[in-house]
């Protein structure tokens, strides 16, 4: 039994408590251990949910993966999330989508175009940078490109990796589409390949200017493909557009020789028994993923895993009733045939049984039964 005035103190001082072991003092920091853990289901941000490790207040998730949920982004309406970053070039993103171990951040605002009283020589050149957390938990991954747009344009891009190596890209155009690409909507187009593992990006360009978009010429910019849309509002050119870059994330592992196996054997090990780990090469970290019959984010810390009920969702193979049953089970389910009607119980494998005779039919249409 812990003494009265133990007790008091305790009381006094929720955040910061002294005990003692074997005549020693320990000092032990506790983080709002009277206050309830994060509730993730709550964690919401617009039409977003923020999943682990990502959280929107110091009691949810890591500081690393930071979100804070904001109107005025330059794409969406209403509150959006944003990961905070922190570098000198790009200070957070939005977050367009979050998936178990990618995030597509809105790159709309990335565009290397001239200022408007430059565009009507085309030979002066725009600018635009970008940079993330070098080791960091966030880096590019590989489906990204380069893309310079316009006629009589041109455009490079210096990529640094986290491999300490450093490539120039670059693109030409003349005044014909030289790629038919969904984002480039017929317009005079080049790209290239962003190297993977890039942490850093510095880029430029330039092009003639647009005579039926007034104060808009060749610019480059950079994108993940199948993010490009354009608002049912707005007309068929490439600025008119959205999209965004896909970046890998995980959380890292501090030592060089760490893999998910090690890490498994880890007090903080992320992962719930139902989620397996998958690691990331790149970042040198890993994530956690729900296994088959299972949904959630995998998390410990965040929602972990839920049996999916395929029966009541109908996400199962079994024969429907009166023919067949379907029994949840714990990341599976069972399938089996009515009494008497033999088979394995999945869809097709169950005999027909008439309701009154309770006799079994042949399953082939056409024949027939006499008496």
């Known amino acids: 039994m812990i003494p009265q005035h133990y007790l008091l103190a305790l009381i006094t001082l929720p955040s910061i408590f002294v005990c003692l072991i074997g005549g020693s003092p320990h000092r032990v920091i506790q983080q709002s251990s009277l206050s309830p853990p994060c509730n993730y ?18 009691e949810c998730g890591l500081s690393q993966y930071r979100i804070i949920c904001k109107r005025n982004a330059s794409f969406g309406e209403g509150y959006l999330p944003f990961i905070q970053i922190g570098t000198p070039n790009t200070s957070e993103l939005q977050v367009l989508e979050f998936s178990t171990n990618t995030l597509i951040v809105n790159s709309t605002h990335l565009k290397a175009m001239p200022s408007s009283q ?17 080791d960091g938990p966030f880096i590019l991954s590989e489906n990204n490109w380069f893309v310079v747009v316009g006629c009589d344009s041109e455009g490079t891009c210096t990529a640094d990796t986290v491999l300490n190596e450093s490539s120039t890209i670059s693109c030409t155009n003349s005044c014909y589409n030289q790629y038919v690409m969904p984002f480039c909507n017929y317009y005079a187009c ?26 808009v010429c060749g610019f480059s910019t ?24 896909s970046l890998s994330w995980a959380l890292q592992l501090l030592d060089d020789g760490q893999n998910c196996s090690t890490a498994k054997e880890k007090a903080d090990y992320a992962c719930t028994d139902t989620a397996e780990c998958l690691y990331d090469g790149s ?7 729900c296994t088959e019959g299972y949904r959630g984010d995998g998390y410990n810390a965040g929602i972990g895993c839920q049996d999916i009920d395929e029966c009541e969702e109908e996400l199962d193979e079994c024969e429907r009733p009166p023919l067949g049953t379907c029994t949840n089970t714990d990341g599976s389910y069972i399938c089996n045939c009515t009494e008497g009607g033999g088979g394995s119980g999945l869809r097709g494998t169950c005999p027909l049984i008439t309701p009154d005779t309770n006799v079994l039919l042949p399953a082939l249409l056409g024949m027939t039964i006499t008496n």
């Open 283 to 289: 970042i040198h970290g890993y994530t956690c993923n």
């Open 222 to 245: 950079v994108l993940s493909p199948s993010t490009y849309t354009i608002p049912p509002n707005q007309t068929g050119f490439f600025a008119a557009g959205h999209y965004g870059l």
């Open 190 to 215: 080049c790209i290239n390949p962003i190297p993977p593992r890039s942490w850093q990006l510095d880029f430029q360009g330039r092009g003639l200017a647009y005579a039926n978009f007034p104060g």
């Open 41 to 58: 289901t709550s964690q919401v941000c617009g039409s977003s949910s923020i999943p682990y490790p990502f959280g929107m207040s110091d």
């Open 118 to 134: 430059d565009c009507a020589s085309g030979d002066v050149f725009g600018h635009a940078a970008f940079d993330l957390v070098k």
